[in-house]
């Protein structure tokens, strides 16, 4: 579990700004666990406040608001080394969506009660937490002006670029469409005409990029969009 606070520790905020003694990474390991949920199965639910912090060892988990006649808004696709539900718990303010996996998710788990010793006790830990904070939220900020200032090709353009992995998004057209709160049918024009101009490749859940510098000029990729380190 040492290893495992390692890993974690590189997750979450600046390792120059905030470096971990080994005693710090030794306090982290006694308070973590590890969660294997099922393909479908809820993290936790909308407007409930999480039972712990989760970091995303292996899968996706995907953060979902269920709105008014049944309208579906995906607010983010969690990848490993992402981390989700200390905000909330610091603000004792339960998030507006719940957290389901898509696929088998292994993750690291800090109980409440935990995080909060960890952060009274352990400067370090405290200072490197908090760094990773500020900077997850400076790009979700930084994520919706860039989707504000674009056209939805720009705004799918700049969305497969997110959400690539080895080259590929590993997405059916309709999640996409939940990330960017349009229309599935908009979604599918858009990668039919990337795919005309041998932009990506359209498989079933699948979409692969073929040509991420020209699909970066559809986005308007500027170096200043980059996430957030």
């Known amino acids: 579990m040492v290893r495992e606070a390692a890993w974690v520790a590189r997750c979450v905020g600046r390792g120059d700004w905030a470096p971990l003694a080994n005693d710090d990474l030794e306090e982290l390991a006694t308070r973590m666990s590890v969660r294997t949920y099922e393909p479908g199965t809820q993290l ?6 999480p ?3 989760f970091i995303v060892r292996d899968g996706r988990v995907e953060l979902v608001w269920r709105g008014p006649m049944r309208r579906r808004l995906i607010v983010q696709i969690l990848h490993p080394g992402d981390v989700e539900g200390d905000i909330g718990i610091i603000l ?3 998030p507006p969506y719940y957290a389901r996996a898509l696929d088998v998710v292994d ?3 800090i109980t409440p009660a935990d995080l909060d010793g960890l952060l009274a006790t352990r400067p370090q830990v405290s200072r490197r937490w908090l760094s990773s904070v500020a900077a997850r939220l400076v790009h979700a900020q930084r994520r ?3 989707l504000q200032d674009r056209d ?3 705004k799918v353009a700049l969305l497969l670029l997110d959400e690539e992995r080895d080259g590929a998004v590993e997405l059916p057209q309709e999640s996409l469409a939940a990330l960017l709160a349009v229309r599935r049918q908009t979604v599918n024009s858009v990668l039919r005409e990337f795919e005309r101009a041998g932009l990506v490749r359209i498989s079933y859940r699948l979409v692969r990029i073929e040509d991420r510098l020209g699909l970066e000029g559809v986005a308007g990729r500027r170096s200043t969009d980059a996430p957030a380190a």
Request: glycine share 14%; proline share 5%.
């Open 144 to 146: 919706i002006l860039q």
């Open 152 to 154: 939805v090709q720009g």
């Open 92 to 94: 004792s303010m339960p």
């Open 51 to 53: 039972d712990g912090v």
């Open 107 to 109: 993750a690291l788990v």
């Open 44 to 49: 936790f639910a909308q407007g409930q406040s």
